[in-house]
């Protein structure tokens, strides 16, 4: 895997002009005039999280797909839904629960694939604490973000817990300082490949409770675009996610050289080869499951859908109990070969 240049300049679109361009995988080679233009919403920062979408843009796979791809940056202060909403982009790759609220408000979506079968948010509790399994927070300390408390109160609920039985303390979205000071004995939330790893470089040992053993499960990585524009552009779709595809099956041949990949590439500034590798390797847990070994790589499951409508309801996230049937599909996805891992 070879580095390249910072990632404000591969953000800058191909040059175009009338190639033969031929289409991965199972698509049918074409004769095309210039390349489709398409944006794509990053689910997140370029890091190993985004590998698939990075190295299918980098090592020509969309090109040959016939697409022309720009890869915009997610992160905080960039909705995908709304860009994809307002046509300045065609493609976001989000999480859950934002598409089950705008559809809650009307919004018309489909979600064709998804990189993750497992939610990677986790409790994260101190090993000292003694908590080994989410109830034993009774009577404990418990950290909240923010941004997670109507998670939180959701996730306490299915405990037979409320806030009332534990004392909180709310902290901003990346604030660990708690936790390893000992003032806290458990976090909520935080990814299982992310601020763990960070705390227990502090010092602290920690265990790590995934959300998903818990009943709020959910696929994030969700490849989403409007409906209007999967009904007119199916056959760009498919060439789209044959060429992600091929982009992830490079990443689980070798999660450690996909770490280096992204580190090594520049594509993000500040990156840590360490903590990329870490996340890379224990990535590959979420990214797979029972029905990705039967059904191949980025495929959805209706059932954890299902839990997590369910849930963004309890957190009045959205104003009705959305029914996932309205915007999933498998068309795209069962017309692409993709690996089975």
């Known amino acids: 895997m070879q580095s390249r240049q910072s990632f404000g300049k591969y953000r800058m679109i191909a040059a175009l002009g009338a190639t033969m361009l031929a289409f991965a995988g199972s698509v049918t080679a074409t004769m095309a005039a210039d390349a489709k233009k398409m944006t794509v919403v990053l689910s ?69 694939a998804t990189r993750l079968q497992k939610n990677p948010q986790a409790m994260t509790c101190r090993q000292d604490s003694g908590v080994t399994e989410a109830h034993m927070v009774k009577g404990k300390r418990l950290a909240i973000k923010q941004t997670a408390q109507k998670q939180a109160d959701v996730f306490l609920g299915k405990l037979g817990l409320t806030t009332k039985d534990m004392e909180t303390l709310s902290v901003g979205g990346s604030d660990i300082s708690a936790i390893i000071a000992g003032r806290v004995d458990c976090l909520y939330s935080t990814y299982a490949y992310n601020e763990p790893r960070l705390i227990e470089n502090a010092g602290v040992k920690v265990n790590v409770l995934s959300l998903g053993d818990y009943g709020l499960n959910s696929q994030p990585g969700a490849i989403t ?40 590439g520049g594509f993000n500034d500040g990156l840590d080869i360490g903590q990329q590798t870490y996340q890379a390797e224990r990535q590959v847990s979420f990214m797979t499951s029972p029905l990705t070994k039967e059904k191949g790589i980025l495929y959805l499951d209706p059932a954890i859908w299902k839990e997590s409508a369910a849930n963004s309801f309890a957190a009045k996230s959205t104003p009705r109990l959305v029914d996932p049937s309205e915007f999933l599909t498998f068309e795209i996805l069962d017309a692409v070969n993709r690996p089975k891992l």
């Open 225 to 264: 675009v409007t409906e209007k524009y999967f009904n007119d552009n199916k056959e760009l779709l498919k060439s789209y996610l044959t060429a992600e595809s091929r982009g992830w099956a490079e990443y689980f041949k070798d999660p450690d050289a996909a770490a280096k990949f992204i580190v090594e």
């Open 44 to 112: 997140y920062i370029p890091n190993v999280e985004n590998f698939g979408t990075i190295y299918a843009k980098e090592k020509g796979f969309f090109k040959e797909a016939g697409l022309d791809v720009e890869l915009v940056p997610g992160g905080a202060g960039v909705d995908g839904i709304q860009m994809i909403a307002s046509g300045t982009a065609q493609i976001a790759i989000t999480a859950a629960e934002p598409i089950i609220a705008a559809v809650g408000r009307g919004e018309h979506l489909k979600v064709i």
